[in-house]
């Protein structure tokens, strides 16, 4: 079955710290999305990777960015963690085969930032 | 802005009842899809319509697209208090690299035992 694991449910780190999250995926899927979701504001592009170390800003992208050293991982890095960055993180892949196709997607890190 | 905007942004009803959410957007599509996700978790696929498609069933799931007027809507029939979820849309616009898809805000489903 297809699966997106990302690495932690929950995270509470404090303003400053460099902070990764980290996605993998197990369905050979060429693109891979990462999304912040905030409550009245749906889901938000961050970055997204068609192929392994070729990225793309998203809608918003500063503050964070992106690491595809393997196909199957997908790394989203907060440089310096701000207040502002407290949310949802959501990680997403999918097959380039055919352009448009369903996104997987993980549970959700849940990142507090203090 | 976002691409897809669902409507209504929250939907109360009774176990059985039927559920009609809509959503709609501004540019050209290739395709629309529909997705759940149950609270704290991930979203999940629902269905996906094409744009030369105008209706599309799976299960107690209805979805309709209407190009000229640029929206959707899901029909949920004889909901369950298991289909209580949020709900949104997402289009695409193929492009040359675009897997992309714009998600919409969601609409929020209660349903009532």
């Known amino acids: 079955d297809v699966k997106v694991t990302q690495s932690s449910r929950y995270l509470v780190k404090r303003t400053g710290e460099k902070v990764f999250l980290e996605c993998v995926q197990d369905m050979d899927h060429e693109n891979m999305f990462w999304y912040r979701q905030d409550p009245g504001l749906g889901l938000r592009l961050i970055y997204f990777s068609y192929d392994v170390k070729m990225k793309e800003k998203g809608d918003i992208p500063e503050g964070y960015s992106v690491s595809r050293e393997k196909k199957e991982r997908f790394s989203l890095i907060l440089e310096s963690a701000s207040t502002n960055q407290t949310s949802m993180y959501l990680c997403?892949?999918?097959?380039?085969?055919?352009?448009?196709?369903?996104?997987?997607f993980g549970d959700g890190t849940r990142l507090s930032i203090l | 802005s976002q691409q897809g905007e669902e409507d209504p942004q929250a939907l109360s009803i009774q176990e059985g009842e039927n559920a009609t959410m809509n959503c709609s957007y501004k540019?050209?599509?290739?395709?629309l899809q529909w997705y759940r996700q149950n609270s704290g978790r991930g979203l999940v696929h629902l269905i996906l319509?094409?744009?030369?498609?105008r209706e599309k069933h799976s299960g107690r799931l209805r979805v309709t697209l209407d190009t000229s007027k640029k929206s959707s809507s899901l029909l949920i029939t004889a909901s369950r208090a298991a289909d209580t979820a949020s709900y949104f849309c997402a289009t695409a616009f193929v492009l040359l690299n675009a897997g992309k898809s714009t998600f919409g805000d969601g609409t929020t489903l209660t349903v009532k035992p």
């Open positions: 319509i094409r744009s030369n498609e």
């Open positions: 997403a892949s999918s097959s380039l085969r055919q352009a448009g196709q369903p996104q997987h």
């Open positions: 540019t050209s599509i290739n395709n």
